[in-house]
Protein backbone atom coordinates (compact mmCIF):
# COMPACT_ATOMS: atom_id res chain seq x y z
CA UNK A 1 0.00 0.00 0.00
CA UNK A 2 1.38 3.63 -0.70
CA UNK A 3 1.31 5.85 1.79
CA UNK A 4 0.33 9.65 1.01
CA UNK A 5 1.11 12.40 3.46
CA UNK A 6 -2.56 12.20 4.72
CA UNK A 7 -2.02 8.70 5.80
CA UNK A 8 1.53 9.10 7.43
CA UNK A 9 0.67 11.66 9.50
CA UNK A 10 -2.73 10.36 10.97
CA UNK A 11 -0.69 7.38 11.82
CA UNK A 12 1.86 9.90 13.37
CA UNK A 13 -1.00 11.72 15.36
CA UNK A 14 -2.09 8.49 16.67
CA UNK A 15 1.14 7.83 18.46
CA UNK A 16 1.33 11.18 19.89
CA UNK A 17 -2.07 10.78 21.35
CA UNK A 18 -1.13 8.13 23.22
CA UNK A 19 2.45 10.14 24.42
CA UNK A 20 0.88 14.12 25.24
CA UNK A 21 -1.84 14.62 27.77
CA UNK A 22 -5.07 16.03 25.33
CA UNK A 23 -4.71 19.67 26.22
CA UNK A 24 -1.03 19.37 24.32
CA UNK A 25 -2.38 17.53 21.96
CA UNK A 26 -5.36 19.98 21.04
CA UNK A 27 -2.62 22.94 21.86
CA UNK A 28 0.02 22.13 19.64
CA UNK A 29 -0.77 18.96 17.28
CA UNK A 30 -4.30 19.26 15.94
CA UNK A 31 -3.39 23.31 14.14
CA UNK A 32 -0.62 21.13 12.28
CA UNK A 33 -1.87 20.08 8.76
CA UNK A 34 0.45 17.81 6.59
CA UNK A 35 1.26 19.10 3.25
CA UNK A 36 2.79 16.89 1.53
CA UNK A 37 5.11 13.61 1.19
CA UNK A 38 8.42 13.34 -0.57
CA UNK A 39 9.89 9.86 -0.36
CA UNK A 40 11.39 10.46 3.50
CA UNK A 41 10.22 13.57 4.06
CA UNK A 42 6.98 14.39 5.10
CA UNK A 43 6.12 18.51 5.35
CA UNK A 44 3.91 19.89 7.53
CA UNK A 45 1.94 23.08 8.25
CA UNK A 46 2.38 24.99 11.30
CA UNK A 47 0.18 28.63 12.04
CA UNK A 48 3.70 30.67 12.85
CA UNK A 49 7.39 30.72 13.77
CA UNK A 50 6.69 30.04 17.25
CA UNK A 51 4.70 27.20 16.90
CA UNK A 52 7.65 25.84 14.99
CA UNK A 53 9.83 26.70 18.30
CA UNK A 54 7.65 25.29 20.49
CA UNK A 55 7.60 21.77 18.69
CA UNK A 56 11.10 21.87 18.30
CA UNK A 57 12.01 22.76 21.95
CA UNK A 58 9.23 20.02 24.08
CA UNK A 59 8.50 17.73 21.24
CA UNK A 60 11.21 17.63 19.11
CA UNK A 61 12.30 13.39 20.26
CA UNK A 62 8.76 12.23 20.49
CA UNK A 63 8.54 13.55 16.75
CA UNK A 64 11.73 12.12 15.35
CA UNK A 65 10.64 8.68 17.11
CA UNK A 66 7.26 8.43 15.48
CA UNK A 67 8.25 9.73 11.85
CA UNK A 68 11.15 7.33 11.72
CA UNK A 69 8.73 4.68 13.01
CA UNK A 70 6.41 5.65 9.98
CA UNK A 71 9.11 6.27 7.62
CA UNK A 72 12.22 4.25 8.25
CA UNK A 73 15.10 5.27 9.44
CA UNK A 74 16.00 8.17 7.08
CA UNK A 75 12.66 9.47 8.06
CA UNK A 76 12.41 13.36 8.77
CA UNK A 77 10.25 16.50 8.95
CA UNK A 78 10.15 19.70 7.05
CA UNK A 79 7.95 22.88 8.65
CA UNK A 80 5.91 24.73 6.17
CA UNK A 81 5.84 27.96 8.19
CA UNK A 82 2.94 30.48 7.87
CA UNK A 83 4.12 34.36 7.96
CA UNK A 84 2.15 37.06 7.88
CA UNK A 85 3.00 40.93 7.36
CA UNK A 86 0.30 43.30 7.72
CA UNK A 87 0.76 45.31 5.04
CA UNK A 88 -0.07 45.63 0.87
CA UNK A 89 2.77 43.57 0.12
CA UNK A 90 1.82 40.93 2.65
CA UNK A 91 1.30 38.00 -0.70
CA UNK A 92 4.17 38.25 -2.08
CA UNK A 93 6.97 37.54 -0.18
CA UNK A 94 9.00 35.00 -0.68
CA UNK A 95 10.22 31.13 0.08
CA UNK A 96 12.15 31.54 2.98
CA UNK A 97 14.20 28.09 3.77
CA UNK A 98 15.94 26.91 6.94
CA UNK A 99 17.96 23.49 6.71
CA UNK A 100 18.30 22.00 10.23
CA UNK A 101 21.55 19.55 10.66
CA UNK A 102 19.79 17.68 13.80
CA UNK A 103 17.99 14.92 12.96
CA UNK A 104 17.55 15.99 9.16
CA UNK A 105 14.54 18.28 10.71
CA UNK A 106 13.91 21.24 8.17
CA UNK A 107 11.62 24.77 8.50
CA UNK A 108 10.27 26.62 5.60
CA UNK A 109 8.36 29.76 5.20
CA UNK A 110 4.71 30.38 3.55
CA UNK A 111 2.74 32.94 2.41
CA UNK A 112 0.14 30.32 1.77
CA UNK A 113 -3.41 30.75 3.88
CA UNK A 114 -4.02 33.28 6.28
CA UNK A 115 -2.16 35.43 8.17
CA UNK A 116 -3.35 34.90 11.51
CA UNK A 117 -3.31 31.34 10.58
CA UNK A 118 -7.33 30.80 11.80
CA UNK A 119 -10.59 31.28 9.76
CA UNK A 120 -13.60 33.58 10.90
CA UNK A 121 -15.57 30.57 11.36
CA UNK A 122 -13.68 29.32 14.33
CA UNK A 123 -14.73 30.44 18.01
CA UNK A 124 -14.28 34.03 18.07
CA UNK A 125 -11.79 35.11 21.15
CA UNK A 126 -9.62 38.51 22.46
CA UNK A 127 -7.39 37.34 19.68
CA UNK A 128 -8.79 37.20 16.87
CA UNK A 129 -8.06 39.82 14.75
CA UNK A 130 -9.70 38.68 10.59
CA UNK A 131 -8.01 39.45 7.60
CA UNK A 132 -4.59 40.94 6.73
CA UNK A 133 -4.85 44.26 6.78
CA UNK A 134 -3.41 46.84 9.00
CA UNK A 135 -5.17 46.97 12.28
CA UNK A 136 -5.25 49.15 15.24
CA UNK A 137 -4.94 47.92 18.67
CA UNK A 138 -6.32 49.37 21.73
CA UNK A 139 -3.64 50.34 23.71
CA UNK A 140 -5.14 49.85 26.89
CA UNK A 141 -3.37 53.39 28.42
CA UNK A 142 -4.41 56.08 30.76
CA UNK A 143 -4.61 59.38 29.27
CA UNK A 144 -3.39 61.10 32.49
CA UNK A 145 -0.57 59.15 32.29
CA UNK A 146 1.71 61.71 30.17
CA UNK A 147 5.29 63.46 29.87
CA UNK A 148 3.90 66.81 30.94
CA UNK A 149 2.61 65.44 33.92
CA UNK A 150 5.75 63.19 35.11
CA UNK A 151 7.60 65.74 36.89
CA UNK A 152 11.43 65.48 36.68
CA UNK A 153 13.90 65.42 39.35
CA UNK A 154 17.23 63.83 40.24
CA UNK A 155 15.18 60.44 41.11
CA UNK A 156 14.22 60.07 38.02
CA UNK A 157 15.82 61.76 35.13
CA UNK A 158 17.50 58.88 33.78
CA UNK A 159 14.41 56.57 33.22
CA UNK A 160 12.33 59.74 31.70
CA UNK A 161 15.16 61.12 29.88
CA UNK A 162 15.44 57.38 28.06
CA UNK A 163 11.73 57.22 27.95
CA UNK A 164 11.37 60.04 26.31
CA UNK A 165 14.60 59.07 23.45
CA UNK A 166 12.21 55.54 23.52
CA UNK A 167 8.98 57.12 22.39
CA UNK A 168 10.50 59.44 19.73
CA UNK A 169 12.31 56.38 17.92
CA UNK A 170 10.80 53.16 19.25
CA UNK A 171 12.91 50.12 18.99
CA UNK A 172 15.67 51.97 17.32
CA UNK A 173 17.28 52.80 20.44
CA UNK A 174 19.72 51.01 22.76
CA UNK A 175 17.71 51.04 25.30
CA UNK A 176 15.62 47.74 24.45
CA UNK A 177 14.22 46.83 26.58
CA UNK A 178 13.65 49.93 28.81
CA UNK A 179 13.41 47.90 32.18
CA UNK A 180 12.23 50.52 34.98
CA UNK A 181 12.12 49.50 38.65
CA UNK A 182 11.31 51.19 42.10
CA UNK A 183 9.28 50.88 45.44
CA UNK A 184 5.60 51.07 45.20
CA UNK A 185 4.11 54.59 44.12
CA UNK A 186 7.22 55.95 42.81
CA UNK A 187 5.56 56.70 39.00
CA UNK A 188 6.85 53.16 37.18
CA UNK A 189 3.48 52.66 35.50
CA UNK A 190 2.60 56.34 34.93
CA UNK A 191 6.27 57.01 33.02
CA UNK A 192 5.42 53.32 31.26
CA UNK A 193 2.20 54.88 29.80
CA UNK A 194 4.00 58.55 29.92
CA UNK A 195 5.75 56.14 26.72
CA UNK A 196 3.03 54.54 25.23
CA UNK A 197 0.95 57.68 25.02
CA UNK A 198 3.94 60.29 22.94
CA UNK A 199 4.03 57.11 20.68
CA UNK A 200 0.66 56.94 19.94
CA UNK A 201 0.08 60.28 19.69
CA UNK A 202 3.48 61.25 17.53
CA UNK A 203 3.73 58.14 15.57
CA UNK A 204 -0.27 56.64 14.67
CA UNK A 205 0.83 53.80 12.70
CA UNK A 206 2.34 52.01 15.76
CA UNK A 207 0.27 49.20 17.58
CA UNK A 208 0.75 50.13 21.18
CA UNK A 209 0.25 47.49 23.96
CA UNK A 210 0.33 48.29 27.85
CA UNK A 211 -0.68 45.23 29.94
CA UNK A 212 0.02 43.69 33.69
CA UNK A 213 1.76 40.92 34.09
CA UNK A 214 -0.98 39.13 36.11
CA UNK A 215 -3.16 40.12 33.00
CA UNK A 216 -0.84 38.74 30.92
CA UNK A 217 -0.85 35.43 32.60
CA UNK A 218 -4.97 35.36 33.04
CA UNK A 219 -4.65 35.74 28.89
CA UNK A 220 -2.04 33.08 28.46
CA UNK A 221 -4.26 30.71 30.85
CA UNK A 222 -7.18 31.34 28.93
CA UNK A 223 -6.25 31.04 25.99
CA UNK A 224 -5.30 27.29 26.94
CA UNK A 225 -8.31 26.66 28.00
CA UNK A 226 -9.70 27.62 24.43
CA UNK A 227 -7.23 25.98 22.75
CA UNK A 228 -6.04 29.62 20.94
CA UNK A 229 -2.62 29.60 21.89
CA UNK A 230 -1.60 30.15 18.50
CA UNK A 231 -3.95 33.35 18.31
CA UNK A 232 -2.56 34.54 21.54
CA UNK A 233 0.70 34.14 19.94
CA UNK A 234 -0.43 36.13 16.78
CA UNK A 235 -1.58 38.91 18.69
CA UNK A 236 1.16 39.85 20.30
CA UNK A 237 3.25 39.94 17.23
CA UNK A 238 1.29 42.82 15.60
CA UNK A 239 2.86 45.01 18.67
CA UNK A 240 5.01 48.01 17.82
CA UNK A 241 5.64 49.04 21.49
CA UNK A 242 4.89 46.08 24.00
CA UNK A 243 4.72 47.54 27.73
CA UNK A 244 3.99 45.12 30.50
CA UNK A 245 3.59 46.21 33.87
CA UNK A 246 4.77 44.38 37.45
CA UNK A 247 6.84 41.95 35.79
CA UNK A 248 7.87 40.59 39.02
CA UNK A 249 3.81 38.80 38.68
CA UNK A 250 5.30 36.17 36.37
CA UNK A 251 7.13 34.67 39.24
CA UNK A 252 7.06 30.87 39.47
CA UNK A 253 5.11 31.09 36.15
CA UNK A 254 6.65 28.72 34.17
CA UNK A 255 5.10 28.25 31.33
CA UNK A 256 3.71 32.11 31.03
CA UNK A 257 7.39 32.69 31.48
CA UNK A 258 8.62 30.71 28.02
CA UNK A 259 5.62 31.99 26.17
CA UNK A 260 6.68 35.30 27.16
CA UNK A 261 10.13 34.25 25.94
CA UNK A 262 9.44 33.12 22.63
CA UNK A 263 6.82 36.27 22.31
CA UNK A 264 10.34 38.59 23.72
CA UNK A 265 12.68 37.60 21.23
CA UNK A 266 10.39 37.95 18.36
CA UNK A 267 9.58 41.29 18.70
CA UNK A 268 13.20 42.23 19.70
CA UNK A 269 14.30 40.80 16.57
CA UNK A 270 11.73 42.21 14.75
CA UNK A 271 12.81 45.64 15.98
CA UNK A 272 9.97 46.62 18.13
CA UNK A 273 10.13 48.05 21.40
CA UNK A 274 9.61 46.53 25.11
CA UNK A 275 8.82 48.68 28.44
CA UNK A 276 8.89 46.56 31.37
CA UNK A 277 8.58 48.04 34.90
CA UNK A 278 9.05 45.59 38.28
CA UNK A 279 9.68 46.65 42.09
CA UNK A 280 12.97 45.16 42.01
CA UNK A 281 15.90 44.90 39.77
CA UNK A 282 16.30 42.23 37.73
CA UNK A 283 18.76 40.20 39.52
CA UNK A 284 16.59 40.19 42.49
CA UNK A 285 13.87 38.68 40.64
CA UNK A 286 12.65 35.27 41.82
CA UNK A 287 11.32 32.39 40.55
CA UNK A 288 12.03 33.93 36.97
CA UNK A 289 14.05 31.90 34.45
CA UNK A 290 17.93 33.05 33.99
CA UNK A 291 17.62 33.13 30.50
CA UNK A 292 14.90 35.67 30.90
CA UNK A 293 16.64 37.65 33.45
CA UNK A 294 19.55 37.98 30.75
CA UNK A 295 17.18 39.00 28.34
CA UNK A 296 15.94 42.27 30.64
CA UNK A 297 19.43 43.24 31.08
CA UNK A 298 19.99 43.50 27.05
CA UNK A 299 18.91 47.31 27.25
CA UNK A 300 18.65 49.82 29.83
CA UNK A 301 17.50 49.35 33.90
CA UNK A 302 16.91 52.44 35.41
CA UNK A 303 15.43 52.47 38.83
CA UNK A 304 13.40 55.07 40.26
CA UNK A 305 14.06 56.91 43.81
CA UNK A 306 12.28 58.33 46.26
CA UNK A 307 11.73 62.25 45.17
CA UNK A 308 13.51 64.85 47.64
CA UNK A 309 11.45 67.67 48.78
CA UNK A 310 11.36 69.87 46.12
CA UNK A 311 10.58 67.19 43.48
CA UNK A 312 8.08 66.31 46.34
CA UNK A 313 6.64 69.51 46.01
CA UNK A 314 6.72 70.60 42.95
CA UNK A 315 4.54 67.15 41.75
CA UNK A 316 2.13 67.89 44.55
CA UNK A 317 1.55 71.74 42.58
CA UNK A 318 1.26 70.07 39.25
CA UNK A 319 -1.61 67.79 40.90
CA UNK A 320 -3.52 70.74 42.60
CA UNK A 321 -3.02 72.15 38.88
CA UNK A 322 -4.94 69.63 37.69
CA UNK A 323 -7.49 69.45 40.06
CA UNK A 324 -7.77 73.18 39.85
CA UNK A 325 -7.02 73.96 43.59
CA UNK A 326 -4.90 76.37 45.77
CA UNK A 327 -3.11 75.48 48.88
CA UNK A 328 -1.17 78.22 51.24
CA UNK A 329 2.89 77.26 50.90
CA UNK A 330 3.02 76.40 54.16
CA UNK A 331 0.71 73.62 54.22
CA UNK A 332 2.30 72.04 50.67
CA UNK A 333 5.79 72.11 52.60
CA UNK A 334 4.16 70.68 55.84
CA UNK A 335 2.44 67.89 53.42
CA UNK A 336 5.92 67.11 51.88
CA UNK A 337 7.67 67.23 54.70
CA UNK A 338 5.93 64.52 56.51
CA UNK A 339 5.02 61.83 52.93
CA UNK A 340 8.70 61.65 51.50
CA UNK A 341 8.37 58.11 50.50
CA UNK A 342 5.13 57.38 47.97
CA UNK A 343 3.98 60.07 45.48
CA UNK A 344 0.83 57.75 45.46
CA UNK A 345 0.65 58.76 49.16
CA UNK A 346 1.31 62.30 48.68
CA UNK A 347 -1.34 62.57 45.84
CA UNK A 348 -3.81 60.57 48.64
CA UNK A 349 -3.24 63.09 50.83
CA UNK A 350 -3.80 66.32 48.75
CA UNK A 351 -7.39 64.24 47.54
CA UNK A 352 -8.34 63.91 51.36
CA UNK A 353 -7.17 67.34 52.49
CA UNK A 354 -9.58 68.71 49.24
CA UNK A 355 -12.42 66.28 50.09
CA UNK A 356 -12.12 67.31 53.81
CA UNK A 357 -12.59 71.02 53.31
CA UNK A 358 -15.20 70.85 51.53
CA UNK A 359 -17.25 68.21 53.45
CA UNK A 360 -16.59 69.58 56.42
CA UNK A 361 -16.93 73.10 54.99
CA UNK A 362 -13.44 73.83 57.09
CA UNK A 363 -11.22 76.24 55.53
CA UNK A 364 -7.63 74.64 54.27
CA UNK A 365 -4.68 75.65 57.17
CA UNK A 366 -1.94 73.65 59.20
CA UNK A 367 -4.72 72.27 61.48
CA UNK A 368 -6.83 70.27 58.68
CA UNK A 369 -3.35 69.41 56.94
CA UNK A 370 -2.06 67.90 60.48
CA UNK A 371 -5.25 65.91 61.13
CA UNK A 372 -5.21 64.51 57.32
CA UNK A 373 -1.55 63.66 57.58
CA UNK A 374 -1.80 61.99 60.69
CA UNK A 375 -4.02 59.32 58.56
CA UNK A 376 -1.02 58.60 56.09
CA UNK A 377 2.03 58.53 58.33
CA UNK A 378 2.57 57.11 61.85
CA UNK A 379 3.95 59.93 63.64
CA UNK A 380 3.78 63.31 62.30
CA UNK A 381 7.83 64.50 62.73
CA UNK A 382 8.75 67.77 65.05
CA UNK A 383 10.28 70.37 62.94
CA UNK A 384 11.59 73.52 62.65
CA UNK A 385 10.24 76.06 60.48
CA UNK A 386 11.45 79.28 59.03
CA UNK A 387 9.13 81.37 60.46
CA UNK A 388 9.59 80.38 63.88
CA UNK A 389 13.55 80.90 63.52
CA UNK A 390 12.80 84.10 62.04
CA UNK A 391 10.51 85.17 65.51
CA UNK A 392 13.34 84.09 67.50
CA UNK A 393 15.91 85.73 65.73
CA UNK A 394 14.23 88.81 65.59
CA UNK A 395 13.59 89.06 69.05
CA UNK A 396 17.01 88.32 70.15
CA UNK A 397 18.22 91.58 68.15
CA UNK A 398 15.35 93.01 68.87
CA UNK A 399 13.62 93.90 65.69
CA UNK A 400 10.60 93.15 63.91
CA UNK A 401 10.37 89.74 61.61
CA UNK A 402 9.41 92.28 58.85
CA UNK A 403 12.45 94.50 59.57
CA UNK A 404 14.28 91.12 59.16
CA UNK A 405 12.75 90.39 55.87
CA UNK A 406 13.50 93.91 54.62
CA UNK A 407 15.47 95.74 52.58
CA UNK A 408 17.28 97.59 54.81
CA UNK A 409 21.33 97.43 54.89
CA UNK A 410 21.80 98.44 57.76
CA UNK A 411 24.76 96.54 59.69
CA UNK A 412 23.03 94.52 62.03
CA UNK A 413 20.33 93.84 60.52
CA UNK A 414 21.82 92.63 57.39
CA UNK A 415 23.80 89.87 60.42
CA UNK A 416 20.09 89.20 61.36
CA UNK A 417 18.75 88.19 58.47
CA UNK A 418 22.08 85.95 57.46
CA UNK A 419 22.02 84.40 60.59
CA UNK A 420 18.47 83.34 60.41
CA UNK A 421 19.42 82.21 56.85
CA UNK A 422 22.19 80.13 57.96
CA UNK A 423 19.90 78.57 61.00
CA UNK A 424 16.88 77.89 58.36
CA UNK A 425 19.59 75.93 56.21
CA UNK A 426 21.01 74.08 59.19
CA UNK A 427 17.79 73.01 60.67
CA UNK A 428 15.13 72.75 58.27
CA UNK A 429 14.29 70.87 55.11
CA UNK A 430 14.15 74.24 53.28
CA UNK A 431 15.19 74.14 49.75
CA UNK A 432 17.55 77.34 49.33
CA UNK A 433 15.13 78.73 46.98
CA UNK A 434 12.02 78.43 49.32
CA UNK A 435 14.56 79.98 52.10
CA UNK A 436 15.45 82.98 49.95
CA UNK A 437 11.55 83.76 49.24
CA UNK A 438 10.84 83.87 53.26
CA UNK A 439 13.28 86.78 53.20
CA UNK A 440 11.42 89.09 51.08
CA UNK A 441 11.83 86.97 48.06
CA UNK A 442 15.61 86.75 47.76
CA UNK A 443 17.05 84.22 45.42
CA UNK A 444 19.14 81.31 46.44
CA UNK A 445 22.95 82.60 45.92
CA UNK A 446 21.82 85.28 48.37
CA UNK A 447 21.21 82.26 51.23
CA UNK A 448 24.07 80.65 49.73
CA UNK A 449 26.19 83.79 50.41
CA UNK A 450 24.56 84.49 53.90
CA UNK A 451 25.62 81.28 55.14
CA UNK A 452 29.00 81.51 54.05
CA UNK A 453 29.23 84.88 55.85
CA UNK A 454 28.35 83.19 58.83
CA UNK A 455 30.28 80.75 58.95
CA UNK A 456 33.73 83.33 58.05
CA UNK A 457 32.28 84.81 61.47
CA UNK A 458 32.04 82.05 63.54
CA UNK A 459 35.44 81.26 62.91
CA UNK A 460 36.86 84.85 63.81
CA UNK A 461 34.60 86.36 66.04
CA UNK A 462 33.88 84.19 69.67
CA UNK A 463 31.14 86.19 70.74
CA UNK A 464 29.42 85.85 67.34
CA UNK A 465 30.02 82.53 67.91
CA UNK A 466 28.39 81.96 71.00
CA UNK A 467 25.43 83.93 69.82
CA UNK A 468 24.68 81.30 67.22
CA UNK A 469 25.39 78.06 69.16
CA UNK A 470 22.67 79.58 71.75
CA UNK A 471 20.47 80.38 69.38
CA UNK A 472 20.58 77.22 68.07
CA UNK A 473 20.33 75.43 71.03
CA UNK A 474 17.37 77.55 72.04
CA UNK A 475 15.98 76.59 68.79
CA UNK A 476 16.58 72.29 69.69
CA UNK A 477 15.22 73.06 73.19
CA UNK A 478 11.83 74.45 71.81
CA UNK A 479 11.68 71.48 69.54
CA UNK A 480 11.67 69.26 72.67
CA UNK A 481 9.44 70.77 74.35
CA UNK A 482 7.00 71.22 71.99
Known amino acids: ?9 DSCLATIRRNVNIQSYKTWFEPIKPVRLDETALTIQVPNKFFYEWLEEHYVALLKTTIRKELGDRGRLEYQILVGQLDDQARQNKLARAARTDGGFRNQDSTGGDAYGFSSEQIKNPFVIPGIKKV ?16 EGDCNRLARSAGQAIAKRPGAT ?17 LAQAIGNEIVATLPSKNVLYVSAENFTNQFIQSLKNNAVNDFVNFY ?7 IDDIQFLSNKHKTQEIFFHIFNQLHQSGKQIVLTSDRPPKDLEDVEDRLISRFKWGLTADLQAPDLETRMAILEAKMNLEGVKLPQDVIEFICYHIQSNIRELEGALISLIAHSSLNQKAVDMDLAREVVRNFVSQIHKEVTVSFIQNLVAEHFQVSVDTLSGKTRKRSIVIARQLSMFLAKKLTDKSLKTIGEMFGGRDHSTVIYSCKTVQDLMETD ?21
Open 1 to 9: MVKDHITVW
Open 462 to 482: RVFKDTVLDLEKKIRLSLNES
Open 136 to 151: KINPNLNANYVFDSYI
Open 174 to 190: SFNPLMIYGNTGLGKTH
Open 237 to 243: QLIDVLI
